[in-house]
């Protein structure tokens, strides 16, 4: 397909992310430095559903492959941070 074509799928995708209220709303935006100081010493590359937004409306992303390691990455970071296995974001 074509870039046109990429983006409107990866829009699709990361409105239905959005919108899977509760779920989604600690990964709507950046961790705060303010509410979790030590988030930063733990994860080094942090990523959210916003940044991943904004990425996307500047054409960051060159393919499928980009986008899902993105995904991955909050995924990954939300598991070495919260580690205890009765964590709510777990």
Do not use: W
């Not at 940044?51 to 992303?61: E, G, S, V």
């Not at 993105?70 to 974001?89: G, K, R, V």
């Amino acid at each position: 397909p074509g870039q046109g074509e990429l983006y409107e799928a990866l829009d699709a995708v990361l409105t239905e992310l959005k919108a899977f209220v509760p779920h989604s709303v600690p990964f709507l935006h950046r961790v705060s430095k303010k509410e979790v100081p030590d988030y930063h010493l733990v994860i080094r590359h942090p990523m959210d559903l916003g940044t991943m937004h904004k990425k996307l409306r500047a054409f960051l992303y060159r393919s499928r492959a980009d986008f899902a390691a993105d995904l991955q990455l909050i995924y990954d970071n939300c598991f070495t941070y919260n580690t205890a296995e009765d964590s709510p974001l777990r």
